[in-house]
């Protein structure tokens, strides 16, 4: 049973820093990795998918990078923003079932 | 092309009462996925439908809770003689085949 983990739970940092966040599953066979924000009271927003075969993927100020073997991802977000405040998530795909992680929760300080 | 869209986003229902909550896909989306998020939890996979076909229901109560997906309309997510452990944020999502993309859910509270 594929189980996801992110770590911090938590992350507050100042206006401007470069952060990593972390996400590690038990299951390496995996069909594709996604990386979602996901604002309070609000749905979920995509922001990378990383297809099996591949090792990373970029978007703006946001990288993905994905080892399979070891069964982690990192999303790195760079010169953080106030408005990069959010719950983050990474959530794997085997078969027809999506693993999602418990998120971790940034603050980004003005 | 207008996003996932769910209705209502707010649903109040009494316990023993039915709860129907709505998913239209983005255009041209013939995958249809329901989540459900209980306060403090993480997401949780329910069921995965294409057009009239439950493919996998694994993550679905097996009572209750039922999921269609019509040649025409919306997914349909409907839970009977609700109880107050099944309030939560129902989210759908829709995907052309491989990235899901997410509507903004439906928020059920059983009164």
Redesign the interface.
């Known amino acids: 049973k594929q189980e996801v983990t992110q770590i911090p739970a938590a992350l507050s940092v100042p206006e401007g820093e470069n952060l990593v966040l972390n996400c590690s599953f038990t299951d390496s066979a995996i ?2 990795l ?1 990386w ?1 924000r996901q604002d309070p009271g ?5 922001l990378l ?1 990383i ?1 099996s075969s591949q090792r990373e993927q970029t978007s703006g100020r946001l990288n993905a990078s994905l080892d399979k073997s070891s069964g982690r991802s990192t999303l790195y977000i760079a010169a953080s923003q106030p408005g990069d405040s959010a719950t983050y ?1 990474c ?1 794997v ?1 085997n ?9 971790t929760r940034l603050t980004v300080k003005p | 092309n207008a996003g996932v869209m ?1 209705n209502p986003r707010h649903l109040v229902r009494r316990r023993g009462q039915e709860a129907r909550l709505r998913c239209s896909p983005m255009k041209g989306h013939s995958h249809v ?1 329901w ?1 459900r998020q209980l306060p403090e ?5 329910m069921v ?1 439908l294409q057009k009239e076909n439950i ?2 229901e ?2 679905m109560p097996k009572e209750r809770f039922s999921a269609e997906f019509p040649k025409e309309g919306p997914s349909i997510l409907r839970i009977q003689q609700v109880v107050r452990g099944d309030s939560a944020a129902y ?1 759908c ?1 829709s995907s052309p085949k ?8 439906t928020r059920l509270t059983v009164l």
């Open positions: 069909y594709n996604q979602f609000k749905g979920l927003t995509s998918l297809q998530l959530a795909l078969n027809n079932d999506m693993r999602f992680g418990a998120g | 769910q996925y989540y939890e993480g997401l949780k996979f995965y493919i996998d694994s993550g989210f999502a491989d990235e899901q993309f997410f509507g903004p859910g």
